[in-house]
């Protein structure tokens, strides 16, 4: 089956600078690649996702790239605000037929410091 | 987007009951739902695929008779923790892709259970 390894586990920024999350993929068939953000005690919501017919994906401050030969992909976000702390999962979905069975990715706790 | 309804948020019972947690799709049909659990600081782990009118997919380790799937309509996926112990205390969340072009996956609010 599919296994997402996601680093750095915790990342700790000034506010106004960048934070990158990486996060690799074993399974060639996985072509959905969404990222959550979790509040303590929430639901994930999808902050942005990408399709492996793209290489990089861009939505105001996040931005998400993706190496399908190298399988792995990543998360931008720039000027980040104190309201971006928060935990980050990403997944991988073969979609299709399995319609959206996300594997998830251990988790990157953010915390952005005024 | 669409909503996906997880009831109850939160629930405590005894050790050795029964819990039912009840996810709906509110204005979305689902033939599939999946179930999910998440410990403390981890990540979410999938359980089970549900399957609207057949049996529900479990992944390896994740037993059927303690956690059984009922997905009985095209709207309604329910998951009963049976004889529960303490160590089945978690958040467990629901999600319902809604297929088409953007199968993005809509999650429940979850549900907090402790067994004491």
């Known amino acids: 089956g599919e296994n997402v390894e996601q680093h750095p586990s915790t990342l700790s920024v000034q506010e106004g600078d960048s934070a990158v999350i990486k996060c690799t993929y074993s399974?060639?068939?996985?072509?959905?690649f969404p990222w959550y953000k979790q509040e303590l005690g929430k639901r994930p919501q999808l902050i942005i996702d990408?399709?492996?017919?793209?290489g990089e994906k861009k939505d105001q401050r996040i931005a998400v790239t993706l190496n399908k030969t190298a399988k792995h992909f990543s998360l931008h976000i720039t000027e980040t605000q104190p309201e971006d702390s928060a935990v980050y999962f990403c997944?991988?979905?073969?979609?299709?037929?399995?319609?959206?069975?996300?594997?998830f990715g251990g988790g990157t706790r953010v915390l952005v410091k005024p | 987007g669409a909503v996906v309804s997880q009831h109850p948020s939160r629930v405590i019972c005894k050790s050795g009951t029964s819990v039912k947690i009840e996810c709906r799709s509110l204005?979305?049909?689902?033939?599939?739902m999946f179930w999910y659990r998440q410990f403390p600081k981890q990540s979410l782990m999938l359980m089970a695929t549900?399957?609207?009118?057949?049996?529900?997919?479990?992944e390896q380790g994740v037993e059927k008779d303690k956690f059984l799937i009922n997905h009985a309509s095209l709207t309604l996926s329910t998951l009963t923790v049976t004889s529960a112990h303490p160590e089945d205390s978690s958040f467990y969340i629901c999600?319902?892709?809604?297929?088409?072009?953007?199968?993005?996956?809509?999650f429940g609010q979850g549900t907090r259970l402790t067994v004491v």
């Open positions: 999600s319902a892709p809604r297929t088409g072009m953007n199968t993005e996956a809509f």
């Open positions: 399974d060639s068939a996985s072509n959905y």
């Open positions: 990408i399709r492996s017919n793209v």
């Open positions: 997944a991988a979905s073969p979609g299709g037929a399995a319609g959206n069975k996300l594997t």
């Open positions: 204005d979305f049909q689902a033939t599939t």
């Open positions: 549900s399957n609207e009118g057949s049996k529900a997919t479990y």
